[in-house]
Antibody, heavy 125, light 111 residues
């Protein structure tokens, strides 16, 4: 059974940093792309970023709203994906979901086939 | 303002059929990228409902179906049940943004 468990959320002041972790099990982690999606309180879903698997270069993509501030990485030996969030803003307050991404190599697109339960990040002074 | 446009809400009585539209543009759905649908039950994480425009993951009832045409896509739910009451989101890829985009979400109410 595929499981994704996020951790690391909490209350942080504007301008500070936070690192989220996503521990995966139930599948061969290194074979899959991973992605983060967030949901502000009472709002819809917003894609945050994506990391390809190592066979596809392990490269990353980011939404414009977080590019230059957020970094996604992965440790395939431990089946963990990370979201490093720097220079946090109040508008980054959201539940952050870790997702497994099904990647189309032919077109470069992807979708999210499994989701974690989410971890809440609150950015406030 | 979401890149993909969905109606904020739809409703239907038990047993009825409802559809949810998802309208995009030439840089996403109209460019040939697939549309995927997610169901978010109250207080829970989203779950993949339809992938690749019209495919159902294992375990999703065949009451749910998806279609795509030109710059839009639709999710149809037949034989509405009370447990279908949820938020539904469409998602695709946008070449001008080089990333995934979601619709704003549609709240389905079962009357």
């Amino acid at each position: 059974e595929v499981q994704l468990v996020e951790s690391g959320g909490g209350l942080v002041q504007p301008g500070r940093s936070l690192r989220l972790s996503c521990t995966a099990s139930g599948f061969t982690f290194g074979d899959y792309a991973m992605s983060w999606v967030r949901q502000a309180p009472g709002k819809g879903l917003e894609w945050v970023g994506f990391i390809r698997s190592k066979p596809y270069g392990g490269t990353t993509e980011y939404a414009a709203s977080v590019k230059g501030r957020f970094t996604i990485s992965r440790d395939d030996s431990k089946s963990i994906a990370f979201l490093q969030m720097n220079s946090l803003k109040t508008e980054d307050t959201a539940v952050y979901y870790c997702t497994r991404a099904a990647y189309y190599d032919s077109s470069g697109e992807w979708y999210f086939d499994y989701w974690g339960q989410g971890t809440l990040v609150t950015v406030s002074s | 303002q979401s890149v993909l446009t969905q109606p904020p809400s739809v409703s239907g009585a038990p047993g009825q059929r409802v559809t949810i539209s998802c309208t995009g543009s030439s840089s996403n759905i109209g460019a040939g990228y697939d549309v995927h649908w997610y169901q978010q039950l109250p207080g829970t994480a989203p779950k993949l409902l339809i992938y690749g425009n019209s495919n159902r993951p294992s375990g999703v009832p065949d009451r749910f179906s998806g279609s795509k045409s030109d710059t839009s896509a639709s999710l149809a739910i037949t034989g509405l049940q009370a447990e279908d009451e949820a938020d539904y989101y469409c998602q695709s890829y946008d070449s001008s943004l080089s990333g995934s985009v979601f619709g704003g979400g549609t709240k389905l109410t079962v009357l």
